[in-house]
């Protein structure tokens, strides 16, 4: 299973590099992971995508909360939160070979076509977790000639309970 | 400036650390960073943003070049690319108060509406550099409960020049 964990993290150096030794140092596996500046220039939040079982994901997350400059950890997979991820993917379509049904596939996906050029088509696509492995499943059989992926990224989508009238 | 340098990694555990360690050792700044499996599952590809001058690329460049599992570096700022971040923001919008104007900003991003709530509204964006830095100006004056920014990502444009008929 595939867990995303929330960091929220002081912008100050050294603070991934502990993160990212402390969690290969113990073994365990980073599927993907980004890190970005929030509104507050000084808060940095970082997604990690990590696979395992519910042992481990409670291990990684007590190990983060002792690290210095780490403010806080949440597990996303635990709680109501929308995912998402980002991705471009250059498709080579030499001499318009396949080109419309490049340009079909990512219409499926309510993707974009971003670029068109004598021998290739780009396009970009976000989806949440299932959309993205079906895209790229899909994408497989043709010649990708670059890709990137942001890794994924989520917000919570819990609502404040409303306070009793008093 | 904000040069994109893309690095194409083997999977192997630590890699992501030495890579990280390494640039801050040297005292230079990552504004965002992210990392992702390619298509080749024994090769991810990492993107970093890295403010700074010519010089201070050529040396983060080259001293990425050296270190063990490292495939191959490039500056995608010297080059012809496109570059995106998605965005997922959730902003206060308590009894309807500001939903509207949410919606219009949103929509003049080309940006997304993925969930409205009583207490919010989540807008997911995309967008190059530019883009992304003029739409969390104009959401600064509203208070945001929640954000998470993927980090910018980047696939070259260049075509391969055509071979001369023998």
Redesign the interface.
């Known amino acids: 299973m595939n867990n995303i964990i929330?960091c929220l993290v002081e912008n100050e150096?050294?603070v991934?590099?502990r993160i990212?030794?402390m969690i290969?140092?113990r073994?365990y596996?980073?599927?993907?992971?980004?890190?970005?500046?929030?509104?507050d220039r000084k808060v940095s939040?970082m997604?990690m995508v990590v696979p395992g079982d519910a042992h481990i994901i409670e291990q990684v997350t007590h190990q983060l909360t002792k690290l210095v400059n780490v403010i806080e950890v949440v597990n996303m997979t635990n709680q109501r939160h929308?995912n998402?991820?980002?991705i471009?993917?250059?498709v080579a379509s030499k001499n318009h070979v396949n080109r419309s049904e490049i340009v079909d596939l990512a219409t499926l996906f309510n993707a974009k076509v971003?670029?068109v050029?004598?021998?290739?088509v780009?396009v970009?696509m976000?989806g949440n977790q299932d959309h993205v492995s079906d895209f790229?499943h899909l994408f497989?059989p043709y010649h990708?000639m670059?890709?990137?992926?942001?890794?994924v990224?989520?917000?919570?989508?819990e609502?404040?309970a409303a306070k009793p009238v008093s």
């Open positions: 929330n150096p050294g991934l590099a990212v030794s290969s140092g073994g596996n980073i599927e993907t992971l980004n890190v970005a500046p929030t509104q939040k997604t929308m998402r991820e980002l471009l993917v250059r971003i670029a050029q004598e021998d290739s780009t970009q976000v790229l497989e990708i670059d890709i990137s992926r942001s890794g990224i989520a917000v919570g989508r609502v404040a």
